[in-house]
């Protein structure tokens, strides 16, 4: 299964060794955003840094776990009250005078918020692969809450997500680089090519081979 290294900005600490240790470069941007195209899931990057702010995830997702209607109706019916809890907590905050009642009232939203997101990831909502996903973007897709909601960008990402159900899935096999010893993965039906050294051909096994 190929994956992809991606990075937290909000734990990345910035002490870089992803930098020094990516063998391709995909690391070191402009915008703090691991290249894709350059990362071949190696996961060295993930290993070195010390703030755990790179995690290695899927391209494929597998399949959410199913649930029936009634339990996934009183999962939604739980995570309305939770938000409707935290728009209170969020009211009661902005109109204290108090300090001490402002951080309380902002730390509760944020818990209520926490438990929210669990509650509908169970629900089947927030995992790309899931049907509710996809029926939930379309339609803001199609009716734009607000006159800068960026539907473009919107449908773009909609491209990329999987069908749910989809069929014709290709086959991915990892090869070892004879010259540098690399070893990566890539998609059946790909020119293999090494991302490091460049090396083609007889160069690259099948690792099954390798």
């Not at 290249?35 to 290695?56: F, M, Q, T």
């Not at 926490?114 to 629900?123: F, G, H, P, S």
Request: net charge neutral; proline share 9%.
């Amino acid at each position: 299964m190929k994956k992809l290294a991606v990075r937290n900005l909000r734990l990345c600490t910035k002490d870089c060794l992803c930098l020094y240790v990516c063998p391709t470069g995909a690391t070191d941007t402009e915008n703090s955003v691991i290249d894709p195209a350059k990362c071949v899931g190696c996961g060295v990057c993930a290993e070195a840094c010390p703030s755990g702010a790179i995690s290695l995830i899927p391209l494929e997702m597998p399949p959410q776990q199913p649930k029936t209607e009634e339990i996934k109706g009183l999962l939604r019916a739980f995570a309305r009250r939770r938000t409707e809890e935290e728009a209170a907590a969020r009211r009661i905050g902005r109109a204290s005078e108090k300090e001490g009642l402002r951080k309380l009232m902002a730390a509760a939203a944020m818990s209520t918020r926490l438990v929210t997101e669990d509650v509908l990831r169970e629900a089947g909502f927030m995992l790309p692969q899931c049907p509710e996903v996809r029926e939930i973007l379309e339609k803001l897709a199609d009716e734009p809450p607000a006159p800068d909601f960026p539907e473009e960008t919107l449908w773009r990402l909609l491209g990329k997500l999987p069908m749910p159900g989809g069929s014709g899935e290709k086959k991915e096999i990892s090869y070892r680089c004879g010259v540098c010893g690399l070893v990566f993965p890539l998609t059946e039906g790909e020119t293999p090519e090494c991302p490091v050294c460049g090396a083609k051909g007889d160069k690259l096994l099948p690792l099954e081979n390798a």
